[in-house]
């Protein structure tokens, strides 16, 4: 075992944007405020001129130009002493279609070719061990959850966010009822971040629209909603998401309706409304938002669930033991990835 390096972490922010604040930026940097000797790289970055030698190196969805390439990544790194981990959050079938494709003709490089997976749920990490048999499961957390307030679902006007990306199929099959609660309640207002095409199906005078807000702009907004929409149709790769945006509701005191897949454990506590069907969803909604007290007690179990679980500090005792473990089984780790792929050259101790 090698224990005479100290740990150092070189973090490769490869898709900025609102989507790494949670995963990435965050517990990153909450570990350097702690003394770690964390360093995060935004892309474009140079390996050569950004990574030191002997450096855990977790690289947030890369994409490199082909196999080949990613390759050359892991054999340069090694001959340095680093281990690269791969930080992957999602399905590859939920990625766009040219990264998919990319994948595809790469034969999983990023995922293949690194000495482990650095990702946040233990499904999505069963469902790609056949690439990748290593993973390291980490669980989204907030950095920060404000003072519960169960005061703004006293107001007649409701608010309802439809903020999910990705999830044209989803939304798409819940247009008709939107479209008849809007012409029943003319209190109602619809919150859709992010899919413009919803928007644009239903009435402009009762919809407001953004497109990608950065981070803390969001949660901003999702602070002055009331209720959120989560739907999930039933999929394996739906099922290996993380309840990230319950979790964010729940902070920010917004009740939820989710499902039909992810949510069902936290809708068994008591924390989300959940629906067996896509098309129960809005009718479950329509029935909460006329249930003052309901909701309230909803959003009061779900903040209270968040302070319990969700919490980033937390967490960072743990993350920080993981890595230090990961670090100190440097050179059993890298042993194992030499095997598996028949790697030529020693690793730097």
Same mark, same amino acid.
């Given at each position: 075992?090698?224990?005479?390096r ?5 973090v ?23 003394g ?21 190196? /977790? ?16 054999q340069w ?19 766009p ?16 070719l690194?000495?482990?997976l ?12 056949s690439? =990748?048999?290593?993973a ?8 920060? /959850?404000?003072?519960?307030?169960l ?8 608010q309802?966010?439809i903020?999910?990306?990705?999830r ?12 008849e ?8 207002t ?32 999702l ?16 099922a290996?998401?993380?309840p ?18 992810l ?5 068994f506590?008591?924390?989300?409304i ?6 129960? /969803?809005?009718?479950l909604?329509?029935?909460l ?12 179990k779900?903040?209270?669930w ?6 980033l500090? =937390?967490?960072l005792?743990? $993350?920080s ?8 089984? $440097?050179?059993?780790l890298d042993?194992?990835v ?12």
């Open positions: 075992m090698l224990t005479d100290a740990l150092q972490i070189e490769l922010i490869n898709s900025p944007g609102p989507h790494d604040q949670v995963r990435v930026r965050e517990p990153f940097l909450a570990l350097k405020a702690r770690i000797d964390v360093r995060l790289h935004e892309r474009p970055f140079r390996f050569n001129s950004c990574i030191r030698p002997h450096s855990l190196v /977790i690289w947030q969805r890369p994409l490199p130009e082909n196999r080949q390439r990613q390759w050359e990544h892991l790194l090694r001959q340095r002493g680093c281990l690269l981990l791969t930080e992957w959050d999602d399905h590859p079938d939920l990625f279609k040219p990264v998919r494709t990319k994948l595809l003709e790469m034969n999983w490089a990023p995922l293949v690194c000495h482990a650095h990702t946040s749920s233990t499904t999505l990490a069963s469902t790609l061990e690439k =990748q048999p290593l390291l499961v980490l669980e989204n957390t907030l950095a920060e /959850i404000p003072p519960l307030n005061d703004k679902h006293k107001h007649a006007s409701l309802i966010l903020g999910n990306q990705n044209g199929v989803e939304h798409s099959a819940l247009l008709g009822d939107l479209y609660w809007l012409k029943a309640d003319h209190h109602l619809l919150v859709i971040v992010g899919d413009q095409a919803m928007a644009s199906s239903l009435p402009k005078e009762r919809v407001r629209f953004y497109g990608l807000l950065p981070y803390q702009q969001y949660r901003q907004l602070g002055q909603c009331h209720i959120a929409l989560l739907p999930l149709q039933r999929s394996l790769q739906n290996c998401k993380t990230i945006k319950l979790l964010e509701c729940a902070a920010e005191s917004v009740a939820t309706v989710s499902g039909p897949e949510y069902e454990k936290q809708s506590h008591g924390i989300s959940h629906a067996n069907h896509l098309s129960d /969803i809005v009718p909604a329509r029935s938002a006329l249930k003052q007290a309901e909701r309230a007690e909803l959003t009061k779900a903040y209270l968040a302070n319990q679980i969700g919490k500090e =937390q967490s005792n743990y $993350r033991w993981l890595y230090s473990q990961i670090w100190r089984h $440097r050179h059993a042993q194992h030499k095997y598996r792929l028949g790697l030529d050259g020693s690793f730097s101790a």
